[in-house]
C-alpha cells in the first residue's frame, strides 16, 4: 500500500508540480467559473424576460384583450415560442460552435463567445422555469396588487416576480449547476477552460489518470458546495415563512 501511495505521489509532482503545471488546473478554473457567473446572469435576465412576456400573453389570451399592445405581446410570446424551441431542440455543443465559427466569427474574446452560447442556452431553460414559478403563484396576487392601484408591471415586479424566484429556486440552482458542468466544452473552441486544463496536462505526461481524477473532483466540489448552499437557504427561507 505504500508502494502504491508513493507512486501516486511521484506522478502527482511530475504531472502538476514539475513544470508549474498546476497552472493549467487553476486557470481553467477561473475561467469554468467566469463564464459560469457570467452566462448565469445573462441567463437569468433573458429568462425573466420571456418568462413575463409569455405569462403575459397567456393572460392577455384569458381576458380575449385586443389592440396594438396585444399584437406586440402576441409577435414577440411567438419570438419567444420560436426561440426556445430552437435552443432546447439543438445540442449545446452544436450552438457553441455556431457561435463561434459563423454568428461572432470576427471576435478573437473566446470568454465573450462562450458566455453568450451559454447565456442564450440558459435563458431558454430558465424561461421555463420562472414561468412554472409565476404560474404557481396564486392569481389572487396579481388582483390584490391592482386593486391597490399598482399597475401590471409594478405589481409583476413588486409581488409576484419575488414569490415565483422564491418558489422556483431549487431548479435555478440545478440550472446553475447543469451550466457550470456544460462549460467544459468549451475546449471545442480553444478556451483554456477547466477540462482543458487537464487535458494539456494529460497530452504533456501521458498520464491521464491523475489528471481527469482531480478535474472532476473540482468540479464535485463545486456542485457539492452549491448544492450544500441551496439546502441551507431553504431551511432559512422556510424558517422566515413559519415566523
Keep these: 500500500m505504500s508502494e502504491w501511495f508513493s507512486g501516486i505521489k511521484a506522478k502527482f509532482i511530475l504531472d502538476f508540480i514539475a513544470k508549474q503545471r498546476w497552472k ?42 385586443k389592440g396594438f399592445g396585444s399584437f406586440l405581446i402576441k409577435l414577440a410570446d411567438l419570438i419567444c415560442r420560436v426561440y426556445l424551441t430552437v435552443i432546447r431542440g439543438t445540442p449545446t455543443m452544436v450552438q457553441l460552435l455556431i457561435m463561434f465559427f459563423i454568428v461572432l466569427a470576427s471576435s478573437n474574446n473566446k470568454v465573450m463567445v462562450a458566455v453568450i452560447t451559454f447565456g442564450v442556452n440558459s435563458g431558454a431553460y430558465v424561461a421555463e422555469i420562472f414561468r412554472s414559478g409565476i404560474m404557481s403563484v396564486d392569481k389572487g396576487q396579481m388582483e390584490a396588487g391592482r386593486s391597490l392601484g399598482l399597475g401590471y408591471t409594478d405589481t409583476m415586479l413588486q409581488i409576484i416576480m419575488p414569490q415565483a424566484i422564491k418558489n422556483c429556486l431549487p431548479a435555478l440552482v440545478n440550472e446553475m449547476i447543469t451550466l457550470l458542468k456544460e462549460t467544459s466544452i468549451c475546449g471545442y473552441i480553444g478556451l483554456n477552460e477547466l477540462t482543458r486544463g487537464g487535458d494539456i496536462i494529460r497530452g504533456a505526461t501521458y498520464d491521464a489518470m491523475l489528471p481527469l481524477l482531480i478535474v472532476a473532483v473540482i468540479y464535485l466540489v463545486i456542485v457539492m458546495f452549491f448544492t450544500w448552499l441551496m439546502g441551507k437557504l431553504e431551511r432559512r427561507l422556510r424558517e422566515s415563512d413559519i415566523r
Excluded at 28 to 55: D, H, M, N, P, S
Design 24 to 65: 493549467y488546473i487553476t486557470d481553467g478554473l477561473k475561467v469554468t467559473l467566469e463564464v459560469t457567473f457570467l452566462a448565469l446572469i445573462l441567463g437569468l435576465v433573458l429568462g425573466a424576460v420571456i418568462a413575463v412576456i409569455r405569462t403575459t400573453h397567456d393572460q392577455l389570451k384569458e381576458d380575449q384583450s
